[in-house]
T-cell receptor, first 113, second 110 residues
Framework: NAGVTQTPKFQVLKTGQSMTLQCAQD?????MSWYRQDPGMGLRLIHY???????DQGEVPNGYNVSRSTTEDFPLRLLSAAPSQTSVYFC????????????FGQGTRLTVV | DAKTTQPTSMDCAEGRAANLPCNHS???????VYWYRQIHSQGPQYIIH???NNETNEMASLIITEDRKSSTLILPHATLRDTAVYYC???????????FGTGTRLQVFP
């Protein structure tokens, strides 16, 4: 059981480049979500998914796209990277809503220059 | 979603109990109280959660007031490894939305 796996761990992009942050979980969890964390701040929700084929926006969705074609994977796409997207990105998953815990990946540190 | 208020920072001596307060005065009947912590730059780690009864597990205890407007996380015997940022979050049943605040930075000293 690997839990929640994020790749890559580190990435440097140039402004305007696109890339996909990968997130995979092997726990058969229905719920998955993406957060960003800027220095000295708490995590902010970008997008989340309650199951395959269903996604919704969180607090800070602009500049990011997601899709959920399988239960296991929930990739986050940056279509045209901007310096304001420099952050640490965390993916999380949980079995179901309400009284269950969320498991977090170890993060992807993204720098946009 | 209900908002939470936590102190910015707290100190605790090693071996003593750490009591971390959280206010969530607008909490709804179907919202759970969750606690997570983040050690350095790692991904947040689940600690405990509750709806209205007090809860205890191997890591901590959670005390929720009868009106559910506030709660306290108790680490019974804090160690240096408990130094972290602790987040109190309310989470609506049937969603995966965890809305993080800025948390409490707990420093455990020798």
């Amino acid at each position: 059981n690997a839990g929640v796996t994020q790749t890559p761990k580190f990435q440097v992009l140039k402004t305007g480049q696109s890339m996909t942050l990968q997130c995979a979980q092997d726990m058969n969890h229905e719920y998955m979500s993406w957060y960003r964390q800027d220095p000295g701040m708490g995590l902010r929700l970008i997008h989340y998914s309650v199951g395959a084929g269903i996604t919704d926006q969180g607090e800070v969705p602009n500049g990011y796209n997601v899709s959920r074609s399988t239960t296991e994977d929930f990739p986050l796409r940056l279509l045209s990277a901007a310096p304001s997207q420099t952050s640490v990105y965390f993916c999380a998953s949980s079995l179901a809503a309400g009284g269950t815990e969320a498991f977090f990946g170890q993060g992807t540190r993204l720098t946009v220059v | 979603d209900a908002k939470t208020t936590q102190p910015t920072s707290m100190d605790c001596a090693e071996g003593r109990a750490a009591n971390l307060p959280c206010n969530h005065s607008t909490i709804s009947g179907n919202e759970y109280v969750y606690w997570y912590r983040q050690i350095h730059s790692q991904g947040p780690q689940y600690i405990i959660h509750g709806l209205k009864n007090n809860e205890t597990n191997e890591m901590a205890s959670l005390i929720i007031t009868e009106d559910r407007k506030s709660s306290t996380l108790i680490l019974p015997h804090a160690t240096l490894r408990d130094t972290a940022v602790y987040y109190c979050i309310v989470r609506v049943f049937n969603t995966d939305k965890l809305i993080f605040g800025t948390g409490t930075r707990l420093q455990v000293f020798p």
